[in-house]
């Protein structure tokens, strides 16, 4: 039954709407048993209020001046003035904004790319340990410092010993001054993400892969399709679930920089801040060298907000697409 | 939704009912030890003044924190000697903590702090004015008495250095020649030779130092730094100038109490167009705008022409140049004369105790300790005799085992050092007169509460580091990049800054000249 | 069988997935090469594929009078990262299996439950407090997994293995009467084992990376992991070369820098150059859905 289902709409909704009707009856009785359901949740409940929800009580600390002899709860409110800095100068505040969005949303969709690209690819090889030996190779840059890449970067790119200028110079080509292009350097960082992560992000995706019933393969074979055209009938389609509730894991992160990259990446250079001023880096360059942690987490906190709405719309939006895609 | 959101909602208050009731029982415990260390600090008190101290005191518990890697060795005798030592002379178990260098000034010691810790450890005047706003720090006023052998050798400018509103917040310790920090450079005498020259006494000397080295080894660098402007001051200003931060100089041959917003100065414009004129040349390289690290490697493997020299540097810099160049030599040298050297005074750094210590007395009388005497210094710096350490006729130092104790950097007191053989007797004879004559700073022990522009410093901070820190160092011209830096200084809020900063400072000078 | 236009796109697929390797594993080969290398030579130099100057000077300036604790701090990670993902599968796996379960009415209270806690937080500072005051997780080893073991993000990728398990399979164990611990436990455990194998993979390289808690609840020297030790020495090494500790007393130890941060490289790729492949034998096709419903 499954196997004639499956090249037409592989996606597990059909087989669910056949089954609707056997499903009803059932589902009263699995009701019955939720208890047991609450069992399995429990233990995450519990790790989730300890060291999540009861911390949470901390974001009070964010409109308040904090002082040791007060205590969280005694010390004095502050209103909005640990998000002054950042709004008052809007310029900043919304370059920041905005380099920040830009890079993430370039980050997501590169990433998301070629992750399911080198899942797909390795879903269709067959030497065994080709995909052994280069499944963990494409790993390795994930634990390589961002500190580290930069170095090598470094190495690539500078101006005078820079092994590209050095290989343009030798080619008749002017030299290229990378490192005061700030709209060059975001090509650069979007390479050096899908370097870093593709590899990890493709083990996710090849995981679902593997999970796949071999059966709506052979059906498509005997059905006489392409290698081409099942990646694109039954393989990507398969990855469709996964690629949203990768993307709305991703988009509530979507205000939120990593400063290390930027720092290991472009040496926090003046002349890139441009574009590469994201906001934990202006946050960095402002509170955290004035030593206002305070304002620090006032930042955080409009990050995550922030990243709160993006979220419950992109959650409708996949709820439109599909019910079951919905993260909540 | 609706529904989630009740949920939430109700637990999210639940929690915060929950966390504020256990917040209450903690700071009642709080106010409790206080209660405590004030009763048990006044008792003692008698007993520590009279020197002797020991017998009569009762048993504390003491929890020193340090920062580094805590080698086998230095585990080792906290344990033994060093526990027997600090026991008897003052009756307390001291426990040591090695926390990451990362934590220092902040991060987990930010925390143990907040969270009412008894412990006691080592800060600079940034943090302590920040965590004495917070109420972090103990105050130590009515214990300095505790420490009087430590005050014998640590010099009075370095106790004013760690007041504020005349209160005693930290104990420092250490006690080394370090005035005219950076003021002087620090040439490579091995390629100053090289090229002909003898001696570099002013910037034209510096400059032709450059070319002719340039001539010979195209593939050195010049200046290993991005900052010049305390060594550079011989040539673009009469005054004899002091930073309290990246915005504010102070002008130490004027007697009064007047503060110079210095990149709105001239000195700014002239210093910035002499860095402009060595970048352009290639004294400081292209890379620096972006890999500052990159210049500190080529200095240390002996790629580069000068640097910023300090007293100590000749010595301490030759060790890592000499792998990569075994006969480089380091001379430090001023671009002028007639300047005294400035100095905030002579401390390694400072103690202090946390808010929450049962007994801030007893650990004054710990750090008075780490000073007292050459032989609890060579104790806690060195070791054993014998086992850590041997010295020979002239008592110069060699070590037997390579691992760190108390670090000696910390403990640093010239009246105490032992110097190892590797050491020139010349270098010693300069490194102890290098404070000959130096002037401590008028605007020392002067600490700045930034409480009412702490928004204009953040952003100011943010303005800094995209403008106004490439025009100081040449890599964006001052005369195109000035103008836009000075309107984004200005829409800061450099002006009241500027303001408050003076009338704070002229209230304090004021008050202690 | 193949026709040659799918032969020519699996050489082309070959061809990718080979030249991406290589560039992922370029950094690797100058991480190595520069950990071999000396100091003063990389600095001058810069990396290259093979060391400069053949050297163990870096590790032995790492490891050289630590051996006993670097050898007690490897043992105690492995400890760690044993117990760690055997508590964060299970704990994962049981709540992951909640929110996935088909027509459960508070499935999607549980998943936003969770998910609320990926974007806020409260900061360090009460975190600290009531896992040191209340918790009292300071200097315990259970402080140095306990918080990390359930991973919102790996919760949720559990989640998505779970549904992507046919549905008729549970239907008919619940038309046979089984229970939800029965499902969970008997078929989807068993039936998610790549799902199950690609969190463990992730919890293990959390807790094998992870400094983060020895660096806030440890004190004990005894309960340093390695990558917490490996994490000090570095701050240490960057403080001192720095040049804020002025050692003029004495022989001044240049520490190796560069070098450092490349063995640093090597010894955390170590763990899962030896892990990964040995756990890419659980990544096998496996799952034909007819012969579980028969």
């Known amino acids: 039954m499954i196997q004639e289902a499956a090249p037409e709409k592989p996606g597990r909704q059909s087989l669910s709407l056949k089954l609707k009707a056997a499903r009803t009856g059932s589902l009263r009785k699995s009701l019955r048993k939720d208890s047991s359901l609450y069992l399995l949740a429990l233990p995450g409940i519990i790790i989730l209020i300890l060291f999540a929800y009861l911390p949470m009580s901390g974001l009070i600390l964010v409109f308040k001046n904090y002082n040791y002899n007060d205590g969280i709860f005694g010390s004095p409110w502050a209103g909005f003035s640990n998000f002054e800095f950042f709004f008052s100068s809007m310029e900043d505040a919304l370059r920041a904004t905005r380099n920040t969005v830009m890079l993430n949303a370039l980050y997501m969709l590169t990433g998301t790319f070629f992750s399911v690209a080198i899942a797909v690819i390795l879903n269709e090889l067959r030497s065994k340990w080709f995909i052994k030996v280069t499944q963990s190779v494409m790993f390795f840059p994930y634990f390589i410092s961002w500190i580290i890449i930069g170095a090598i970067l470094f190495s690539l790119l500078d101006y005078d010993k820079g092994i590209l200028n050095q290989l343009f110079q030798s080619l008749g080509l002017a030299q290229m001054d990378w490192y005061s292009s700030p709209w060059l350097f975001v090509i650069i960082l979007v390479l050096a993400n899908i370097w870093k992560s593709a590899g990890y992000g493709a083990i996710i995706y090849y995981a679902v892969l593997q999970g796949i019933d071999t059966s709506y393969y052979e059906a498509a074979r005997i059905d006489g399709a392409s290698r081409w055209q099942i990646i694109t009938k039954i393989t990507i389609p398969m990855l469709i679930p996964s690629i949203i509730l990768m993307t709305l894991l991703g988009i509530g992160g979507m205000l939120k920089g990593d400063l290390s990259m930027i720092m290991g990446v472009t040496f926090l250079n003046p002349l890139l801040l441009p574009t590469t001023d994201i906001i934990d880096v202006y946050v960095y360059r402002t509170a955290i060298r004035s030593g206002e942690f305070g304002f620090a987490s006032a930042i955080t906190l409009y990050q995550s907000v922030f990243g709160f709405i993006l979220v419950l719309l992109a959650n409708k939006l996949a709820g439109w697409y599909d019910k079951d895609s919905k993260l909540f | ?513 | 069988m193949q026709t040659t236009e799918s032969k020519g796109l699996l050489i082309l697929f070959y061809a990718c997935i080979a030249v991406f390797s290589a560039i992922c594993l370029v950094p690797f080969v100058l991480a190595v090469s520069g950990s071999l290398s000396t100091e003063s030579r990389i600095a001058a130099e810069g990396y290259s594929f093979w060391p400069r100057g053949f050297t163990f000077e870096t590790y032995e300036f790492l490891f050289g009078s630590k051996a006993e604790q670097i050898l007690r701090a490897y043992s105690m990670s492995v400890v760690v990262t044993v117990l760690g993902t055997l508590t964060a599968v299970l704990v994962t796996t049981a709540y992951a299996y909640v929110i996935s379960v088909k027509g459960f009415k508070l499935k999607n209270f549980f998943a936003f439950f969770a998910y609320f806690t990926m974007l806020f937080s409260g900061g360090t500072l009460p975190w600290y407090l009531l896992s040191t005051k209340y918790y009292h997780l300071g200097d315990t080893l259970l402080g140095l997994f306990i918080p990390y073991v359930l991973s919102v993000f790996l919760m949720f990728l559990m989640a998505n293995y779970f549904r992507s398990i046919p549905h008729e399979i549970v239907e008919s164990a619940q038309i046979d009467g089984a229970g939800h611990l029965r499902i969970f436990f008997s078929i989807m455990i068993p039936l998610g084992r790549v799902g199950l194998i690609t969190i463990s993979l992730f919890y293990a390289l959390q807790f094998w990376n992870d400094f983060y808690l020895p660096l806030m609840l440890v004190s004990d020297q005894d309960l340093y992991t390695i990558q917490y030790l490996m994490y000090n020495m570095m701050a240490n090494i960057q403080f001192l070369a720095s040049g804020n500790a002025a050692q003029v007393g004495g022989a001044i130890i240049a520490p190796p820098l560069e070098t450092a941060k490349m063995a640093m490289t090597c010894l955390t790729v170590l763990p899962i150059a030896i892990l990964y492949p040995f756990l890419q034998r659980f990544f096998v096709k496996g799952i034909v859905v007819g012969s579980v419903k028969g």
Not at chain 2, 248 to 270: P, R, T
Not at chain 2, 303 to 314: D, E, H, I, L, Q
């Open chain 2, 1 to 513: 939704m609706k529904k989630k959101k009740g949920w939430l909602s109700l637990l999210l208050s639940a929690v915060f009912l929950l966390s504020a009731c256990s917040q209450g029982n903690n700071e009642s415990a709080n106010s409790g030890d206080s209660g405590n260390s004030g009763s048990g600090g006044t008792a003692p008190a008698a007993t520590a003044d009279s020197g002797t101290g020991g017998t009569t005191l009762a048993p504390a518990k003491l929890k020193i924190v340090l920062y580094g890697d805590e080698s086998n060795r230095m585990k080792e005798l906290a344990k033994t000697d060093f526990y027997d030592v600090i026991k008897k002379e003052i009756n307390a178990e001291v426990e040591f903590q090695f926390l990451p260098w990362t934590e220092y000034g902040g991060g987990k010691t930010d925390l143990m702090l907040s969270t009412g810790e008894d412990f006691a450890t080592y800060t600079d005047a940034n943090y302590m004015v920040k965590s004495v706003a917070k109420g972090l720090y103990a105050d130590l006023t009515p214990y300095v008495g505790a420490a009087a052998d430590l005050s014998k050798t640590v010099d009075e400018a370095s106790f004013t250095a760690f007041q504020l509103d005349s209160k005693q917040y930290a104990i420092p310790v250490g006690n080394k020649p370090n005035s005219a920090e950076f003021y002087s450079v620090l040439v490579r005498q091995d390629l100053l030779e090289e090229a002909g020259m003898k001696q570099v006494t002013s910037l034209a000397e510096l400059e032709q130092f450059y070319d002719k080295v340039h001539a010979l080894h195209p593939e050195l660098i010049g200046y290993a730094s991005t900052d010049a402007r305390r060594m550079l001051q011989y040539d673009f200003t009469d005054k004899n100038l002091y930073w309290q931060n990246d915005f504010i100089a102070l002008d130490e041959s004027a007697q009064n109490d007047q503060i110079i917003n210095w990149f709105e100065s001239d000195e700014f414009k002239a210093y910035a167009k002499l860095m402009r004129g060595w970048y352009e040349k290639g004294i400081i390289p292209k890379y620096a705008a972006t890999n500052v690290p990159q210049l500190q490697s080529d200095w240390n493997s002996g790629k580069a022409m000068f640097w910023a020299g300090t007293a100590a540097r000749p010595f301490e810099g030759a060790a890592t140049i000499s792998q990569a160049v075994p006969d480089a030599k380091l001379v430090n040298y001023f671009l002028g004369t007639g300047r005294p050297k400035i100095s905030r005074g002579t401390y390694s750094t400072a103690f202090f105790v946390s808010a929450a210590a049962k007994d801030p007395e007893r650990y004054v009388m710990f750090f008075n300790l780490l000073q007292k005497n050459q032989e609890l210094y060579d104790l806690f710096a060195y070791g054993i005799k014998g086992t850590d350490y041997t010295l020979d006729d002239n008592g110069r130092l060699t070590k037997i085992s390579t691992d760190s104790l108390i670090p000696d950097w910390l403990l640093m007191n010239k009246n105490f050092i032992r110097f190892d053989n590797t050491v020139p007797d010349d270098f010693i004879a300069k490194y102890k007169a290098w404070d000959d004559g130096a002037i401590i700073s008028k605007g020392a022990g002067f600490n700045f509460d930034n409480t009412p522009v702490k928004n204009e410093e953040t952003k100011l901070n943010g303005v800094f580091t995209e403008y106004l820190a490439p025009i100081g160092s040449g890599f964006s011209d001052y005369d195109t990049a000035f103008p836009k830096a000075l309107e984004r200084l200005k829409a800061a809020g450099i002006d009241k800054y500027i303001a408050e900063y003076q009338k704070q400072f002229s209230e304090w000078y004021a008050k202690s000249k």
